[in-house]
């Protein structure tokens, strides 16, 4: 059966089609077209969004947990539990990420994370009728990260970087990594980027102490991107520039940032977004379990963290955060004047871009999964469309 949207507008993000139509049929967009001089009888039911804009949904690459699941210990029910937390945001698909942790635990966790992407692929977005995110990879953040970068993650369980370490939890993980944050100045590291590249990992810079020179060799050897600019990166000098100069001015790659104006301050943010530009800048969370919940203690992989208004800590340094993308979103409108739309952009199709998979994520195209969401004009979450269903 065809079912058939509308709304004000429609951004794919590249492009904005006003007064949309988009035409759904067995979970997948066959259509898009404008209303605008259409002759031809519409299929199917028409669901009509009003004054709403219909966008991609949001593509979240790096986040730990939310609705008090962390994605290192869910369930599959927790899984579903947050991928359903996720889709009232926005979200359609995400990696969940991991932490620093014991090599046994992360393996296990690994496989867990497997499973629930494998039976993703399978179910179309949620079952029992439930509309969810999609878990479509893993993101290995750490153990290969910087003892003075490391933020939170606990120095016990850093690992120095070896193919070896790389490829048990490759193995773990049945394949499924698709994303690894690394510090590129420790020994062996450009080994082992080198080889997550040659498996189409997006290998991403960060929780480093780099300099310029050593940032600038990861991504000749093949890393493509970074991990929360600013954060867990030596600080920007101006006559010592380190990674962060090298991240905000090679365009080789592209990279990502926490917009919800504590981890990095709204004139930062608005820097990043000139520097990296409509094209290049990447819109993550990082969020943790205790996005969606009260203040309290919520776990982030094997650490207790503290949640007060809007701050996750540890012993005082930020431990992830409680963001949502759809905030996210709104605020890069708010700190930087960027339009809804490139705003979109940042949180859909660059992200999918960065991870090597913009073919059918990220954009609204014919073919593509019917994984949508509906923003009013400031950019507040209305509904959320995964597989064609949740309207
Ligand atoms: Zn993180």
Known sequence: MKTTFTARSLYTPLEEISHPLLIVEDGRISEISSREGRTLSIPGPLVDFGDAAIVPGFFDIHIHGGAGVDVMRGSPDDLARLGSFLTSHGVTEYFPTTVAAPLDATCAALERLADAIEAAQSSNGGSDGAVQARPLGIHLEGPFLSHKRRGVHPPEYLAEPTVEIFDRLWQAARGQVRMMTIAPEIPGAMEVIAEASRRKVCVSIGHSDADLSTARRAIDVGARHATHTFNAMRPLDHREPGIIAEVLTDDRITADLIADGIHVAPEVVKLFLRAKGVERAVLITDAMSATGMPNGKYQLGPILVDVKDGKATYKDSLAGSVLTMDRAVRNVTKFADWSLQDAVRA?????????????????????????????????????????????
């Open 347 to 391: 949180g859909t199709l660059n992200p999918a871009k960065a991870v090597g998979m913009e073919a059918d994520r990220g954009v609204l195209a014919s073919g593509a999964n019917a994984d949508f969401t509906v923003l009013s004009s400031s950019g507040e979450v209305l509904k959320t469309i995964v597989g064609g269903r949740g309207y």
